[in-house]
């Protein structure tokens, strides 16, 4: 297995280095969302404002003005469902250069509905001027905070922390507004993001290796979202399309590719996996995503269902190991 263990704690600190500009803030949380470490190294640049979170975005944004460069750390739901108005009026109206990171997406946290952001995305996708990415791998926490930099104007990041798995060569970064072209085929297209790109991996390698032709995309860039990748993608494909996320199916990625099939007129049959339309409850990831269906067993299921067929895969190969190959170990950054 390659993992990475917490990939951000450390990468934030080359990033500030070699970013002056860039101040950290955090909610009480600072351990929690791994910026302890810039705090004991690089405490110029960093700053506690408590548990206050409508305070801090907005303070976020009084510091945008004056040409620094704020990077938001804490909970995901603390930082959209909780601070809604403040982002909206204080950073996103006046488009400023506010990082918004957002620890503990969708249902990756056993804290229960006060700690599971199951609507982030959808309350981001809304505010005009914003651009969200979502991180699937430790190489994109590693790479999303100078491309995060380079936008002009505010940024929400969902950020995974702690264990992270490389799925993608530490050497291929993220890009703003491209996805991930994971395997091509035209039975079915897959479209997957954060921690269920690791679950649409085991699946479609267990459906490849039994005949199955398909595409699979990894979509880091969630707004503005890449429509022509996505509609090029879908355009051979014959048997359907299958949205996997860490989210409600409502306002995430499943809603923005319903979107743009149905603004260009494709009349595939369009399968969306993720929370359907409820909240979950505190209960370990694993339990969460096999419960919600938002896990390999569920894709491989959705599949079978568009294609008309049984591919008969045992549940132990769909644990298989997916992760890069370039590492061998438990990198401890």
């Not at 969630?222 to 022509?228: G, L």
Request: hydrophobic content about 45%; overall charge negative; charged content about 20%.
């Amino acid at each position: 297995m390659n993992i990475v263990k917490r990939p951000h704690r450390t990468n934030l600190i080359r990033f500030a280095a070699r970013h002056p500009e860039v101040v950290v803030l955090s909610a009480d949380l600072t351990s929690s969302c791994e910026a302890d470490l810039l705090r004991d190294q690089r405490a110029d640049q960093f700053l506690s404002l408590g548990m206050a979170e409508q305070n801090m975005v907005s303070f976020a944004g009084g510091m945008a003005r004056e040409g620094l460069t704020p990077w938001v750390h804490t909970f995901a739901v603390f930082l959209t469902r909780r601070t809604f108005d403040q982002v909206a009026m204080s950073i996103a109206y006046p488009n400023l250069r506010v990082r918004l990171v957002g620890f503990l997406p969708g249902i990756t946290t056993p804290g229960g509905v006060t700690h599971q952001a199951v609507d982030d995305l959808a309350l981001m996708r809304v505010i005009p001027n914003m651009t969200i990415i979502e991180c699937g791998d430790a190489t994109d926490d590693e790479t999303v905070l100078e491309v995060a930099q380079a936008v002009d104007g505010p940024v929400y990041i969902r950020m995974l922390r702690g264990l992270v798995p490389r799925l993608f060569p530490a050497d291929q970064a993220l890009v703003l507004g491209r996805c991930r072209e994971l395997g091509q085929g035209e039975d079915v297209a897959v479209l997957t993001s954060g921690i269920c790109t690791e679950e649409g991996l085991r699946a479609l390698a267990a459906l490849r290796s039994r005949g199955l032709a398909a595409t699979h995309l990894h979509v880091s860039t969630i707004k503005p979202f890449p429509q022509s990748q996505v509609l090029d993608a879908l355009a051979g494909v014959r048997g359907g399309v299958v949205v996997l996320e860490n989210h409600s199916i409502i306002g995430g990625l499943g809603s923005a590719v319903a979107e743009v099939m149905a603004e260009a007129g494709l009349g595939l049959p369009l399968v969306r996996l993720g929370l359907q339309d409820v909240y979950a409850q505190g209960a370990s990831r694993e339990y969460l995503m096999a419960k919600h269906g938002l896990d390999a067993a569920a894709l491989v299921c959705a599949i079978e269902g568009l294609v008309d067929a049984d591919f008969g895969v045992p549940a132990e190969e769909l644990t298989a190991d997916v992760t890069a190959p370039d590492e061998g170990r438990v990198e401890d950054l």
